[in-house]
């Protein structure tokens, strides 16, 4: 029955969670401070779309990046609690 153990470490988790949101962070800022295109001659439309794509791109890895880091510290939360509730539950048993 051991081999049905399931043992997180919040703290752990919680750091998963808070970097995962700065690197979102860090993400989104570096796609919203990208340079104007250059003068590229015939080629600036084309050099133009492949920069917006790029910060398109940019942001909805940061969306998601922040969004999953967002899920975790839940998970995080959800699990210490139910941790807590279950080792109550024992407590009050014995």
Do not use: F
Request: hydrophobic content about 45%; aromatic content about 2%.
């Amino acid at each position: 029955m051991s081999d049905l153990l399931l043992n997180v470490d919040v703290a752990v988790l919680d750091a998963i969670a808070d970097r995962l949101i700065r690197v979102g962070d860090s993400v989104d800022t570096a796609g919203s401070s990208a340079p104007s295109p250059p003068d590229a001659g015939p080629g600036t439309p084309v050099v133009s779309d492949v920069l917006a794509r790029l910060c398109a791109g940019a942001a909805s890895l940061a969306e998601s990046l922040r969004g999953t880091g967002s899920r975790v510290a839940e998970a995080s939360r959800v699990y210490a609690q139910e941790d807590a509730d279950a080792g109550q539950s024992l407590h009050e048993a014995y």
